[in-house]
């Protein structure tokens, strides 16, 4: 499929897993490879980690994007996405939640993703033919439709769909629900999730945009909508045909009730809207762990 899609679209695709702390490998690879724009994704993600490990997180996330951008400035490379993250926000003072939310993120992954932001902000000030678009994910879920691209975390899984996908399969007794006393509809927690091939058109649409606009942007990728735990749990029994046994446990330390996108900048700017539902959202993660119930 790889090889297809190379021949089709004549762009090389190649695999090479580098540490971005690794100046020298990246200014190799940058000084040997004709690259137009950078897709930055690469981060460490889990919030409880960050608390037991603020130093990793700043080292690894603020630390490599810094490397990240001296070695593109060195090479002349002066186009970004970057992966930030609606927490952000913090505690969320209004719903749904603009561009312009007070920014208050409450762990340390949320403020190494904050002050990334800064960084490309000041940088981008400093070189004005360097531009970036920073990305607020909400909750990406969701598999590629062809069953063989999906989330497999090591261990125990820490998000939600991921859990409720390995109970569906069998591989854990029960989900924990993590609060059912919230201010929300039926008690438990409200997200704004997001298909991972809707989150995929984003990173296109804003590339496309850094070379059409030539400024930056600051935008949230959302669908502008929240589903509670139960109303996803709903949604992935549909999917699956099976059942999905839960029971609710104490809040998690750290969780808000809801929060949920403002996603008209992007639709403006991007002229990008997330397409696809909750049900596609719950059958393509299905789809992948049925055929890969032990993952990669
Ligand atoms: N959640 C849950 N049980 C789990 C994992 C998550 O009830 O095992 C809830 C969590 O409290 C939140 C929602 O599911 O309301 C989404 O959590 P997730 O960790 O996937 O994403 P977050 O919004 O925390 O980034």
């Given amino acids: 499929m ?3 899609l190379c021949a089709l679209t004549g762009a090389e ?5 580098l540490d971005l ?6 200014e190799a690879l940058l000084a040997e490879a004709r690259v137009d724009a950078v897709v930055h994704f690469a ?10 490990k603020p130093l990793l997180y700043y080292e690894n996330n603020v630390g490599g994007t810094i490397a990240l951008l001296q070695a593109m400035a060195a090479h002349g490379v002066r186009s970004l996405v970057f992966s930030s993250s609606a927490t952000v926000y913090g505690d969320p003072e209004r719903l749904p939640i603009p561009e312009d939310h007070a920014l208050r993120p409450t762990n340390p992954y949320g403020k190494s993703k904050l002050m990334i932001e800064h960084l490309l902000a000041d940088h981008a000030a400093s070189d004005p033919a360097f531009r970036y678009a920073a990305l607020r994910y909400f909750n990406p879920i969701g598999a590629h439709p062809s069953g063989r691209i999906g989330e497999d975390p090591r261990g125990i899984p820490n998000n939600l769909l991921p859990f409720v996908a390995q109970v569906a399969v069998g591989k854990l007794p ?5 609060g059912n006393d919230y201010a929300t509809s039926d008690g438990t927690g ?9 989150l995929a058109r984003g990173h296109v649409a ?4 850094l070379s059409r606009k030539k400024h930056s942007i600051t935008c949230n990728l959302g669908a502008g909508r929240g589903y509670s735990v139960l109303e996803v749990v709903k949604a992935f029994e549909r999917a699956s045909g099976r059942k999905v ?11 808000v009730a809801a929060s949920y996108a403002d996603p008209s900048l992007a639709a403006a700017r991007l002229g990008w809207k997330a397409a696809l539902d909750i049900d596609a959202m719950c059958r393509d993660v299905w789809r992948w762990q049925s055929q890969n119930p032990h993952g990669y």
């Fill in 2 to 4: 790889l090889e297809r």
């Fill in 13 to 17: 695709i190649r695999f090479e897993p």
């Fill in 21 to 26: 702390r690794n100046r020298e490998a990246l």
């Fill in 43 to 52: 981060g460490l993600k889990a919030v409880g980690e960050s608390v037991e």
């Fill in 174 to 178: 029960a989900l924990k629900v993590f």
């Fill in 190 to 198: 409200v997200r704004d999730y997001i298909h991972v091939m809707d």
């Fill in 206 to 209: 804003a590339l496309d945009y």
């Fill in 245 to 255: 046994p839960l029971e609710f446990a104490a809040r998690r330390a750290g969780d």
